[in-house]
């Protein structure tokens, strides 16, 4: 089992740069296919990216293509979003999610196990 804590979230003005980190306790993140998720009250979860770790295999959300990036860091077991060129629809809570498989890298949040609390990301226009 593993516990994720994501962080970093805030205020942006829009075209600005912020890093959310999801740290991981329990297991080490490199265990699981790790993806990140947003959601906006009263709409639907949408998938941002994922990555397998094993062959670096990176799955992207369109709306976030070139923009956002993942990276880990196994010495902290934390994980890392990179989101550049911010704009005002990118406003949600950001969540991070493990899914067990590492076989099938998958955009589908049901497919994911284990999730964190989310932090807010806030881009002003």
């Known amino acids: 089992q593993v516990q994720l804590v994501e962080s970093g979230g805030g205020l942006v003005q829009a075209g600005g740069s912020l890093r959310l980190s999801c740290a991981a306790s329990?297991?080490?993140?490199?265990?699981?296919?790790m993806a990140w998720f947003r959601q906006v009250p009263g709409k639907e979860r949408e998938f941002v990216i994922a990555?397998?770790?094993?062959?670096?295999?990176?799955l992207y959300g369109d709306s976030v293509k070139g923009r956002f990036t993942m990276s880990g860091d196994n010495a902290k077991n934390t994980v890392y979003l990179q989101m550049n060129s911010l704009k005002p629809e990118d406003t949600a809570v950001y969540y991070c999610a493990a899914d067990l498989n590492i076989l099938v890298l998958s955009s589908q949040g049901t497919d994911y196990d284990y999730w964190g609390q989310g932090t807010q990301v806030t881009v002003s226009s």
């Open positions: 990555i397998r770790w094993s062959n670096g295999n990176t």
């Open positions: 329990g297991r080490t993140f490199s265990a699981y296919n």
